[in-house]
């Protein structure tokens, strides 16, 4: 391997409790059943397509696109402003011990999340001087399962995909990474899933694991 591809949330950073209360919000004032376990849906995917996911107990009368586009762009205000509670303490030192080691191999490491506010969450969380590129919500137009974002993090280090490794948290995740012809290493929920090809335990497994 040449090159390590990250998703942000539940790998190097763990915002889901952020986007849950902010969900949950929405789906409240919607008079809409919503818990951990919808959450769950929710991870990788487009804000839109998280949306149509809570919609789908929604009873009211039929929404429009635009107000559809409102509500979402609301759940995103809500959002955003508990992400400006993160601090450098958000990032395990394990975390950071194995971006350094990484780097140090002579690796190239790459964000790619669908999220569009992931470099604001990298500049809250002092991770941007780890990575060579980022690709994120702002420079795709399919969410995960497509692999276009971890195709144009490939793209942006200048690598081949077969010369990259994802890392990913999410079974639409390693999806995504196995249509791009990449290897999958899979940890926390999808260390388990049948197409991983790299199960970590932890973090700092990658040192051993893909260097």
């Given amino acids: 391997m040449k090159g390590v591809i990250f998703d942000l949330d539940g790998v190097l950073v763990f915002t889901d409790k952020y986007h849950y209360k902010a969900w949950k919000s929405i789906a409240d004032e919607l008079g809409i059943y919503f818990d951990e376990e919808i959450n769950k849906r929710l991870r990788g995917v487009s804000r839109m397509d998280s949306l149509n996911i809570i919609l789908e107990r929604y009873e009211g009368r039929p929404l429009a696109q635009a107000e559809k586009d409102e509500i ?3 759940k995103n205000s809500i959002y955003r402003e508990y992400l400006k509670t993160m601090t450098a303490d958000d990032v395990t030192m394990e975390v950071r011990e194995t971006l350094t080691d990484l780097k140090k191999k002579g690796l190239k490491l ?13 500049s809250q969380v002092g991770l941007e001087a780890y990575l060579d590129a980022v690709s994120d919500g702002t420079n795709i137009t399919k969410s995960k399962p497509s692999p276009e974002v971890f195709l144009k993090a490939a793209e942006f280090l200048g690598l081949s995909p077969e010369d990259c490794v994802v890392v990913e948290d999410a079974e639409a995740g390693i999806d995504a990474a ?7 290493a899979g940890i926390g929920d999808a260390a388990g899933y049948q197409k991983t090809d790299i199960v970590l335990k932890r973090f700092s497994d990658l040192k051993e694991k893909i260097a």
């Fill in 178 to 184: 196995k249509a791009g012809g990449m290897t999958a």
């Fill in 72 to 74: 979402a762009e609301k």
């Fill in 110 to 122: 790459a964000l790619g999340s669908s999220s569009k506010n992931a470099k604001m969450i990298l």
